[in-house]
């Protein structure tokens, strides 16, 4: 529809490919290749060995995956739900009280996260809440990273559903509570599942912040992958990178999963 | 969506239901259910970021004042860290905005077998962490990397010697990782011009050049405008791949803030760097909130 | 209107010689994977005229028309314009006016600015632009918009500034997909007075008019093909396919005509008149479009006018049922169904309700007293 002639159309796709191969696909193959090299010295590693992704997945490594998996739903479901009470109770709130969340919800997409991380190294080092040396220092800073895409991608969804349903919901007798419980919240489950595979893929690739707060026994997948390859153990790090993303990956179809169970239940009903 | 919406949700009992008129308490209760979660941002978040400001004016003696400040500002390694986040911001940004355009262009308008599986590449990019591309970029053009052991052996010698530690390298590793956020708002918004109005254009006798300079670019100028303003954001305060590429000579100001609160632990130093950071990105964040707020475009698309 | 019409369709199939084709269309297949969207549409357009392609959608007239406008790219056949051979030749060097369905006008550009887009396309001198706009903008009344921006126009308006962005490159052919589906009928009815009105002043400019309301096919064009099914079904001059539509789907779709179950009672070909044909209990005149065999089946076409209400027992009548009865203003529309061994839905358009009994009761249908048109039962259909 934009370009008509068969030669145009090839000339634009070839360009194309020019662009995204090595621009977008090349990065992604060569840490599947490095993963499983044994030894890489020339265009394609010499040899290939397994070695890696087995060691990627015990020992410290292993423990690491934990502690990210952990980190990522333990930080997921405290945005969650702070992010979504936020955006549902913003909408009932005085204009100005709706803008004034907003903007503090929005903010952290603009703060670094190592500003985030230096500022909870500031803040919980002493005083009153003692989190630094703990894992929840981690968790606090994952979350607070994370909070602003689950408050603006329920907030996306609060826009797009119909307030109707609830005044219809409401003018039937139902009271606010089970307004919310039985009406709202299910209407509103795409946006915040969404918002959860946002906030684990996030949280499991965080390194800014994490690198910043992290004490010795609460070292996420990210920060061992770089003290690998700092070290210069850049094939068993690829692995360690491999491994993450399929952990990832696993973390968010098993989240897909339960909100097709929830659904599934609810249309039984 | 459409499920959730097609199914009756208010099938439950209403008769059984407590008959409560709450709409007259008005807002003053509703305003107070916001109360718990900015109550929550405001510790977690905002109060620590205070005491960041607090603390940049407090040196290690506990003496207030701006001789910190001073300190940092006058320190070579201060001017240096600026100008390269500024100046990588700048060029990835520009980067990611031509390529992008020419990628969603293509993909909206040129699409061939396999399109849609690019799309889905794009969009799964988005979710990787930034440090991903600056690992693979290592075994890329590293000096005993691929492009150079492939240029080797057809003997074009080593071309990229020094390349994967130069700021350069630090430009393309972002382009690659951003690129996708100026795709997502583009091709949203190339989703929404009706194909008759490139055919009709064509008909009037507008070659592909005149219909993407004034039919396309127009209606792409939102989207290129908040794709834009947010990944200069996401630039300048990338931290992942200056970390990981790991070049001695291309320092960042989030790569000082950890260097100084990470690994010297010179907290005041870090905080000064880090107040010079987060201004320099609320100002821009502010710049995208205008332009997201008076387009509409951008965000929703790169969140949901 | 239509008077002048026919009289110019004599005129213009009559010089629609090869040099005066605008278009020519032969043996046009489109596919879409392995969806045949049309196949061998073979139709020309000569300098002048106007053809309407009239069918329900997925019919494939306005593919036929995008693949002539070069938005489509077709599998076999050959398209040509004034002779030049097209078909593989990109929209923006076939030099044709296009005008679609919603107006797919520049949001960003003023009205003057969207009618100059095709003269700046081609380089024209910025003083005849400006002297050009003005021409086509006063053609279609819309002098007066040019500094507007399309949203602060209602549809109509709009419509008529896509015509006159067609119509500034002073294209030799113009397209129309369905130009006033998007409108209300009120404004359907103004904009199709408005194009009857453009086609006397572009005494030269070929017309291919894609619709699916057969109002619109009527007045304006001077031919019409009739398509279903990816095919072309039949084509011929406007007042010729009204009033002896040649298959059972022509007849319906085009003035929603009655069809009668008969039985031929002599062998005929077309143009015999008065042959005898058996119609429910009655025998009758018809006007065969073909040729028949004693004993065919075939349908007798009776447009809903012409047929009458009598009392039900009367001799040269059929005997229906009376099932609904719906007031158009200026006539009622009832609708019956035939007793007999296949209850056949008929409808009947009467102007006075007088003689009409109550729902439900049995009347009696009188046929007109012309031949009706016989046509082969089944054929397209």
Redesign the interface.
């Known amino acids: 529809m934009l370009v008509w002639s068969r030669s145009g159309r090839a000339l634009v796709w070839a360009l194309f490919a020019l662009v995204f191969a090595p621009l977008v696909l090349a990065p992604l193959a060569i840490l599947g290749i490095a993963a499983f090299a044994g030894d890489w010295n020339s265009v394609l590693p010499a040899s290939w060995t397994s070695e890696n992704i087995r060691e990627a997945t015990a020992g410290t490594n292993y423990d690491s995956l934990v502690v990210s998996i952990e980190t990522a739903l333990g930080a997921s479901l405290i945005a969650i739900v702070v992010g979504t009470w936020a955006a549902i109770a913003a909408r009932g709130a005085p204009r100005f009280v709706r803008r004034l969340t907003d903007a503090v919800f929005h903010l952290p997409v603009a703060v670094p996260s190592v500003v985030v991380g230096l500022g909870m190294l500031v803040a919980f080092s002493d005083g009153p809440i003692l989190l630094n040396g703990t894992k929840w220092i981690v968790i606090a800073a994952h979350a607070v990273l994370v909070v602003t895409f689950a408050y603006s991608t329920v907030s996306a969804g609060l826009d797009r559903t119909d307030a109707a349903f609830a005044e219809v919901a409401a003018s039937l007798g139902a009271s606010p509570a089970r307004v919310l419980l039985r009406v709202r919240l299910p209407m509103l489950l795409p946006s915040i599942t969404a918002a959860a595979s946002l906030a684990i893929a996030l949280s499991m690739g965080e390194v800014g912040a994490t690198i910043m707060v992290y004490p010795a026994e609460w070292r996420t997948l990210p920060v061992s992958i770089f003290t690998l390859t700092d070290r210069g153990k850049v094939l068993l790090g690829s692995a360690v990178t491999v491994v993450l993303l399929v952990a990832t990956l696993v973390v968010l179809m098993v989240v897909g999963l339960l909100k097709g169970r929830v659904e599934e239940r609810r249309r039984r009903r | 969506m459409t499920a959730t919406l097609t199914e009756p949700p208010i099938a439950t009992k209403p008769t059984s239901a407590p008959v409560r008129e709450r709409r007259g308490r008005g807002g003053a209760t509703r305003a107070l259910w916001v109360l718990p979660p900015l109550v929550l941002a405001a510790g977690f978040f905002l109060y620590p970021l205070a005491l960041v400001v607090k603390q940049s004016f407090v040196d290690k003696n506990e003496n207030v004042g701006l001789d910190v400040w001073r300190d940092v500002l006058n320190s070579p390694s201060f001017g240096d860290a600026l100008w390269n986040t500024v100046k990588i911001a700048v060029l990835s940004t520009l980067g990611c905005l031509v390529v992008g355009f020419f990628l969603a262009l293509v993909l909206s308008f040129v699409p061939f077998p396999g399109s849609r599986a690019v799309s889905r590449i794009v969009d799964t990019v988005l979710a990787f962490p930034s440090f991903l591309i600056a690992l693979a970029f290592t075994f890329l053009y590293g000096t005993a990397g691929v492009v150079n052991a492939a240029a080797d052996k057809l003997g074009l010698g080593e071309p990229l010697v020094g390349f994967l530690y130069s700021p350069w390298c630090v430009v393309l590793a972002e382009i690659t990782f951003y690129t996708p956020f100026v795709m997502r708002p583009l091709l949203a918004a190339f989703a929404l011009v009706p194909r008759e109005r490139l055919d009709v254009a064509a008909s009037l006798g507008a070659g592909p050049l005149r219909v993407i300079r004034q039919v396309l670019l127009p209606e792409a100028w939102p989207a290129l405008a908040a794709g834009g303003s947010l990944t200069l954001l996401l630039t300048l305060n990338e931290f992942g791949i200056v970390l990981f590429i790991g070049a001695k000579d291309v320092t960042t100001l989030p790569m000082l803030v950890h260097a100084k609160g990470a690994v010297t632990f010179d907290y005041p130093g870090a905080c000064v760097v880090a107040v010079v950071e987060v201004a320099l990105s609320l100002t821009l964040y502010t710049v995208y909130r205008f332009v997201f707020s008076r387009t509409g475009a951008g965000r929703a698309g790169l969140v949901a | 209107m239509t008077a002048p019409a026919i009289e110019r369709t004599a005129s213009a199939v009559a010089s629609a010689a090869p040099t005066e084709s605008a278009i020519g269309i032969q043996d046009l297949t489109v596919r879409y994977g392995s969806v045949t969207a049309l196949e061998g549409l073979t139709l020309e357009v000569a300098r002048g005229e106007t053809v309407a392609l009239l069918g329900p959608s997925g019919s494939g007239k306005s593919t036929a028309l ?1 693949a002539v ?3 489509l790219r077709p599998a076999e056949g050959r398209i040509t314009l004034a002779g030049r051979d097209v078909t ?1 030749e ?3 060097k ?5 005008v ?3 107006y ?1 006008l ?4 003023r009205v003057a600015d969207n009618v100059a ?2 003269l700046r ?2 380089r024209v001198p910025r003083a005849e632009v400006g002297r050009r706009v003005t021409e086509a903008l006063d053609m279609v009344g819309m002098a007066g918009y040019a500094r507007r921006y399309p949203r602060e126009l209602s549809g109509g308006q709009q419509q008529r500034v ?1 015509i006159a ?2 119509l500034a ?1 002073r294209p030799p052919v113009l397209l129309l997909d369905e130009p006033l589906s998007a409108l209300d009928a009120t404004l359907r009815a103004d904009l199709l007075g408005e194009l009857q009105r453009l086609r006397g002043e572009l005494p030269d400019v070929a017309i291919m008019y894609v619709t699916h309301d057969q109002t619109e096919a009527l007045a304006l064009a001077d031919r019409i093909a009739v398509m279903r099914d990816a095919r072309l079904v039949d084509l011929d001059a406007t007042d010729r396919l009204y009033r002896r539509p040649p298959s059972e789907f022509t007849a319906s779709f085009l003035g929603a005509a009655n069809l009668l179950d008969a039985r031929v009672l002599a062998d005929c070909t077309a143009g015999d008149d008065a042959v005898r044909v058996a119609v429910g209990g009655l025998t009758v005149a018809a006007d065969p479009t073909g040729a028949f065999a004693e004993g065919t089946r075939a349908l007798l076409v009776a447009r809903p006018h012409t047929l009458g209400v009598a009392e039900v027992d009367r001799a040269d009548t059929l005997p229906a049922r009376l099932v609904a009865t719906q007031w158009r203003g200026a006539d009622y529309r009832l609708t019956c169904v035939l007793e007999g061994d296949v209850e056949r839905e008929i409808r009947i358009d009467v102007t006075d309700l007088a003689a009409v009994p109550a729902l439900g009761e049995r009347l009696g249908v009188a046929l007109p007293a012309e031949p009706c048109v016989l046509v082969p039962a089944g054929a397209g259909g």
């Open positions: 995008k406008a070069g938005f593989y990109p929209p923006n076939r030099g044709i006016g296009v679609v369905q919603n797919a520049f949001p960003h550009m887009f095709g396309a081609r896509a962005r067609a490159i």
